[in-house]
């Protein structure tokens, strides 16, 4: 099966993708989807999210050659450094272009799932940037686990609602939204905030993430006269930041591409959130693809210590990357990112988040050349972690 970078008409990537939703939520889903590329394909629009991404967001972010980091491990690692974006995480990139969509399309209120809370502060930001209602849903378990995030949440002017159903994690935040969007269909956007959820959220994502790895080719080429890394990494939950670090890579075959999933407590504890370990084909949140659940096709509750990575599936592209090989996945545990965010702490002096230190911890268990070029995308900073953190130590 040939890998496929963007989705066909119907919005599946191989035999993952589509739009699974139910009639009440076709007019939202329809708009977009006959609309997303000639708005966002305009010169006006691409000047407007470039403006903003330069002197709001504070792009480019640098490419750092982490030289303690890159002595212990015998290779040249270099940091993807988006936990230097405003609001601290990848997700401000994401969260610019669809206010921006969600404005030319008439849109007055934005609603959004988080479960790191990254995502609910970047779009919360946004609003505030553009003057629009916004409504945040999050699980109980990660308001109390983020709380700082909530309190930033509330400073910019969101309401956050606590749902409390299932897990009250991420993926409970995701079904509330989308009722919540069933019921106000006409002057609502829902910003998603991964690759997930019905097309064509999975390419729309993408294609704003994908500046990520654009950046890197160029920056790679000042520093070592070749735009192609031999190896990029980044952790997956849903799939945004990896998403947009594989990008502009995935169809060189030649560049290595490793996706750390959060194994929790271990692969058979019970106690994961590893879906191209343990998961199967199923519908998830209005698209086809790999997630955890039992034989009767109920979810299964995820577990990470990392609230951005607390989700029972992956992305319908990153699925078909999976399928056809193209992209590696390792199983990282709690301790593992735990101990590899705190070595990144000592050795460089970043504290990144919990779910970046899964990225990292890739290469604790990877070996690489001596002359390789090593991209790990630092997805976020771990401001919101430390008592993460502190706990662990």
Known sequence: MKTSLNPDERGYYGSFGGAFIPEMMQANVAELQEKYLDIIGTQEFKDE?????????????PLYLATRLSEKY???????????????????????????????????????E???????????????????????????????RQAPNVGRMKML???????????????????????????????????IGSVVGPHPYPDMVAK?????????????????????????????????????????????????LIAAEAAGKGLESGFTAAATFKGVSGILHGSKTLFMQTDDGQVVEPHSISAGLDYPGIGPALAHWFETGRVEYQAITDEDAM????????????????ESSHALAVLDKTKFGK?????????????????TYLKYL
């Open 339 to 354: 101990q590899s965010g705190l070595e990144l702490c000592k050795l460089e002096g970043i504290i990144p988040a919990v």
């Open 49 to 61: 999210f470039d403006v903003l991404l330069r002197d709001y967001v504070g792009r480019p972010s």
């Open 114 to 144: 988080t479960g790191a809370g990254q995502h609910g502060v970047a779009t919360a930001t946004a609003c505030a940037l553009m003057g629009l209602e916004c409504t945040v849903f999050m699980g109980e378990l990660d308001v109390k």
């Open 208 to 256: 704003f993430q994908s500046v990520i790895s654009e950046e890197i080719r160029k920056q790679l080429k000042e520093k070592t006269g070749s735009e192609l890394p031999d190896v990029v990494i980044a952790c997956v939950g849903g799939g945004s930041n990896a998403t947009g670090a594989f990008y502009h890579f995935l169809e060189e075959e030649k560049v290595r």
């Open 157 to 191: 002017g969101a309401q956050v609602v606590p749902v409390s159903s299932g897990s009250k994690t991420l993926k409970d935040a995701t079904n509330e939204a989308m009722r919540y969007w069933i019921a106000n269909p006409f002057d609502t956007h829902y910003i």
């Open 74 to 112: 015998e290779t040249n690692v270099y940091l993807k450094r988006e936990d230097l974006n405003h609001t601290g995480a990848h997700k401000i990139n994401n969260s610019l272009g669809q206010i921006i969509l969600a404005k030319k399309l008439g849109k007055k209120r934005i609603i959004a």
């Open 371 to 387: 002359d390789e070029h090593v991209v790990v995308n630092l997805s976020g900073r771990g401001d919101k972690d430390l008592e």
